[in-house]
């Protein structure tokens, strides 16, 4: 199957510091991917499409400039979240688009992010 | 994508059939029906989708009703480990990758010992 990862799976920092989350496709490659930010008992809110080799597209709502996106390469694309605050804890998923016969998405495990 | 509407919760004694249902009665001809869950601090995992005929594979069946207005997903024999939320997602098949998957707010199935 496709396999996505997100890296790191758990992370805590400090109010007004940047955190980069990674997201790679390991056995496939990607020309989209997508980010999603959930908060508790909520469900899954799109926050941003990333297409290799190109700008983002963010939601309505999303603020580009501190949910920074990079897709440089087929298999990877990070979300970078800038000085971020308490209100930005939250899981951050990622999922990633397959062409392989059947066009389809596939999801990472997630990270967790704790702003203090 | 048409709207589907889940129950919020539901409760299913471990080693019995978890019936989920979804109702999405505005679904068009050229929708599929998708089911995905969500352990919890996972993302989510795709189970299965159909279009008007049932559909099994080696996780759960899907039970399409014959006017498509709604639907059922069976785990034949339900295990702890599937506590979960189950989203039901219509949207058409060909669709499925260059859009961002919609999520509703599903339904929290708790097994139970």
């Known amino acids: 199957g496709a396999v996505v990862s997100q890296h790191p799976s758990r992370v805590i920092c400090k109010s007004g510091t940047s955190v980069k989350i990674e997201c790679r496709s390991l056995d496939f490659q990607a020309t989209t991917m997508f980010w999603y930010r959930q908060f508790p008992k909520q469900s899954l809110m799109l926050m941003a499409t990333s297409n290799e080799g190109s700008k983002a597209t963010y939601e309505q709502g999303v603020e580009k400039d501190k949910f920074l996106i990079n897709h440089a390469s087929l298999t990877l694309s990070t979300l970078t979240v800038t000085s971020a605050h308490p209100e ?14 059947r066009d389809e ?7 967790r992010l704790t702003v203090l | ?28 001809g050229n929708e599929y029906v998708y089911w995905y869950r969500q352990i919890h601090s996972q993302g989510p995992q795709y189970i299965i989708h159909g279009l008007k005929n049932n559909e099994t594979n080696e996780m759960a069946s ?7 207005k709604s639907s059922t997903l ?9 506590t979960a939320v189950y989203y039901c997602i219509v949207r058409v098949a060909e669709d499925t ?17």
């Open chain 2, 1 to 28: 994508d048409a709207k589907t509407t889940q129950p919020p919760s539901m409760d299913c004694a471990e080693g019995r059939a978890a019936n989920l249902p979804c109702n999405h009665s505005t679904i068009s």
């Open chain 2, 74 to 82: 069976i785990l034949p024999h339900a295990t702890l480990r599937d």
């Open chain 1, 105 to 111: 998405q596939f999801f990472g495990p997630g990270t």
């Open chain 2, 97 to 113: 990758g260059r859009r961002a998957l919609t999520f509703g707010s599903g339904t929290r199935l708790q097994v139970q010992p």
């Open chain 1, 88 to 101: 930005d804890s939250s899981f951050y998923i990622c999922s990633a688009r397959v062409s392989r016969g």
């Open chain 2, 62 to 68: 899907l039970i399409i009703t014959e006017d498509r």
